[in-house]
């Protein structure tokens, strides 16, 4: 199982700008793809930017593109997330998510990993 550590959030002035770090450890290998989701007080936890292992293919959610990027360093074991221009609709506590795929003579089965979440608040 891969072990996930977030770490960069903070509080933060609307219009300005952190980078989310998620350092993976343990069984990384098999991983498929990691993004980042965040979840506001009183909603569900939604999709922010994935990147896939393979290709580095990424996905963004369309309330944030053109203002988050996602990134990784493979080398590292870590992916990013680089957030500017940031707005109080941002606020939320931010997990980094890793995917696993096996493939089963049934089909393809999926398993996501978790990290502990780190806090974005934006106050003037």
């Known amino acids: 199982q891969a072990e996930l550590v977030e770490s960069g959030g903070g509080l933060v002035q609307p219009g300005g700008s952190l980078r989310l770090s998620c350092a993976a450890s343990?069984?990384?290998?098999?991983?498929?793809?990691m993004g980042w989701y965040r979840q506001a007080p009183g909603k569900q936890r939604e999709l922010v930017a994935q990147i896939t292992s393979g290709t580095g293919t990424t996905t963004d959610a369309d309330s944030v593109k053109g203002r988050f990027t996602i990134s990784r360093d493979n080398a590292k074991n870590t992916v990013y997330l680089q957030m500017n221009n940031l707005k109080p609709e941002d606020a939320a506590v931010y997990y980094c998510?890793?995917?696993?795929?096996?493939?089963?003579?049934?089909?393809?089965?999926?398993?996501?990993?978790w990290g502990q979440g780190t806090q974005v608040t934006i106050s003037s």
């Open positions: 343990g069984s990384t290998f098999t991983i498929n793809a």
């Open positions: 998510n890793a995917i696993k795929i096996r493939i089963y003579d049934s089909g393809p089965e999926q398993y996501d990993y």
